[in-house]
């Protein structure tokens, strides 16, 4: 208990003390995340908070893991170094969506492959357990990527991506300390503890800084792989009691749920237009809300709390199984995007409106 305190506030304190030095280098230098017609900011803001978030999780978990427990963790460092590196390129000299995602992949195989992050049954979903070792590799791979996109897709708002990364740490932190893995869990509130003091300093109706690709990278790694062990061993022989969840992948998937829709839905979208999936647009889910009118506190406030509601309700209904809550998410899902859809009318026949 004492490594997880240990760990959230050295994390905090790190991040809260580097980030104003960060805004007046970035100032300085102006090294500005400029408005766009995509943009939902209108003023030139700093957008390298992810410096700050990568200094302050690193360091909280290299000086209070306990020992002897991670023996994956200099893998683990090194995805983590590799992810940083691909995001702080892109922030400074914007990278091709090719090179971005070779950097993610370059992360995700030392995950799967010394790590040993992997997805190593389907758990009944589609009557389907344990996966071959090449199939197992492959859904990895694919997972760990997609997570990893789906935060720095939806890094469109002011704290959107932060209170979704805070929760998921927190819920699934929480989870591994009361399992007995404090490892993980020193992990999971290190960058929780980072990502408060980042929030500090970004949610707010005038940012003062982004955490950029470099923070939204690092976020979604470190969330896929929270979210691949919460999976994996709840699926394993070695936990018993009243922290085992009969449906682990349905509530992983809750936990993530903002992100993965939002992902599913504008590559669906996209592929639907004959577009590229990676094709910039402002289709996401709080462009959407804030074109309705939405502020980005508000937007954000709205999201993450569909989000806890449907975690507590899935965690609630554990005992119901993966096939019933996998359902229910997908209805959620459907009548979260028809109300957009209808949002979205709305929004174009004011448009019209305005300029008849």
Same mark, same amino acid.
């Given at each position: 208990?004492?490594?997880?305190?240990?760990?959230?506030?050295?994390?905090?304190?790190?991040?809260?003390?580097?980030?104003?030095p960060?805004? %007046?280098?970035?100032?300085?230098?102006?090294?500005?995340?400029?408005?766009?017609?995509?943009?939902?900011?209108?003023?030139p803001?700093?957008?390298?908070?992810?410096?700050?978030?990568?200094?302050?999780?690193?360091?909280?978990?290299?000086?209070?893991?306990?020992?002897?427990?991670?023996?994956?963790l200099?893998?683990?460092?090194?995805?983590?170094?590799?992810?940083?590196?691909?995001?702080?390129?892109?922030?400074?000299?914007?990278?091709?969506?090719?090179?971005?995602?070779?950097?993610?992949?370059?992360?995700?195989?030392?995950? /799967?492959?010394?790590?040993?992050?992997?997805i190593?049954?389907?758990?009944? /979903?589609?009557?389907?357990?344990?996966?071959?070792?090449?199939p197992?590799?492959?859904?990895?791979?694919?997972?760990?990527m997609?997570?990893?996109?789906s935060?720095?897709?939806?890094?469109?708002?002011?704290?959107?991506?932060?209170?979704?990364?805070?929760?998921?740490?927190?819920?699934?932190?929480?989870?591994?300390?009361?399992?007995?893995?404090?490892?993980?869990?020193?992990?999971?509130?290190?960058l929780?503890?980072?990502?408060?003091?980042?929030?500090?300093?970004?949610?707010?109706?005038n940012?003062?800084?982004?955490?950029?690709?470099?923070?939204?990278?690092?976020?979604?790694?470190?969330?896929?792989i929270?979210?691949?062990?919460?999976? =994996?061993?709840?699926?394993?022989p070695?936990?018993?009691?009243?922290?085992?969840?009969h449906?682990?992948?349905?509530?992983?998937?809750?936990?993530?749920?903002?992100?993965?829709?939002?992902?599913?839905?504008?590559?669906? %979208?996209?592929?639907? =237009?004959? %577009?590229?999936?990676?094709?910039?647009?402002?289709?996401?889910?709080?462009?959407?809300?804030?074109?309705?009118?939405l502020?980005?506190?508000?937007?954000?406030?709205?999201?993450?709390?569909?989000?806890?509601?449907?975690?507590?309700?899935?965690?609630?209904?554990?005992?119901?199984?993966?096939?019933?809550?996998?359902?229910? =998410?997908?209805?959620?899902?459907?009548?979260?995007?028809?109300?957009?859809?209808?949002?979205?009318?709305?929004?174009?026949?004011?448009?019209?409106?305005?300029?008849?």
């Open positions: 208990m004492y490594a997880i305190l240990l760990a959230y506030i050295t994390a905090f304190v790190l991040t809260y003390l580097a980030i104003p960060i805004i %007046r280098v970035a100032i300085e230098k102006g090294l500005y995340d400029k408005p766009n017609d995509r943009s939902a900011h209108r003023t803001t700093p957008s390298l908070g992810g410096i700050g978030i990568f200094a302050g999780m690193v360091c909280a978990i290299v000086l209070w893991t306990p020992l002897g427990y991670f023996g994956e200099q893998y683990i460092l090194a995805a983590f170094v590799i992810i940083f590196l691909t995001g702080i390129q892109d922030d400074l000299l914007p990278l091709s969506p090719n090179k971005k995602l070779l950097g993610q992949l370059l992360s995700a195989v030392i995950l /799967v492959v010394w790590s040993h992050l992997k190593t049954s389907f758990y009944g /979903v589609f009557n389907i357990y344990i996966l071959p070792p090449f197992s590799f492959l859904l990895s791979l694919v997972l760990i997609g997570i990893v996109n935060f720095n897709l939806i890094d469109g708002i002011n704290g959107l991506a932060g209170a979704v990364g805070l929760l998921a740490c927190g819920s699934l932190g929480f989870w591994f300390h009361m399992a007995g893995y404090p490892e993980l869990a020193v992990m999971a509130f290190s929780a503890g980072s990502l408060s003091a980042f929030l500090r300093y970004n949610f707010l109706k940012a003062r800084i982004f955490m950029g690709d470099t923070g939204s990278l690092l976020v979604g790694t470190v969330c896929a929270l979210t691949v062990k919460f999976v =994996e061993l709840n699926g394993g070695a936990l018993l009691g009243d922290f085992s969840f449906a682990a992948p349905a509530i992983a998937v809750g936990v993530l749920f903002l992100p993965l829709f939002d992902t599913f839905r504008v590559f669906t %979208r996209r592929l639907m =237009e004959r %577009r590229s999936p990676f094709s910039p647009d402002r289709k996401h889910v709080h462009h959407i809300l804030i074109d309705f009118g502020s980005h506190l508000q937007a954000t406030s709205a999201l993450i709390t569909l989000n806890i509601l449907l975690l507590v309700f899935l965690v609630t209904m554990n005992h119901l199984g993966n096939a019933t809550l996998l359902l229910i =998410e997908l209805g959620v899902a459907a009548a979260f995007s028809y109300l957009l859809y209808k949002m979205e009318e709305r929004i174009k026949r004011k448009k019209r409106k305005r300029a008849a």
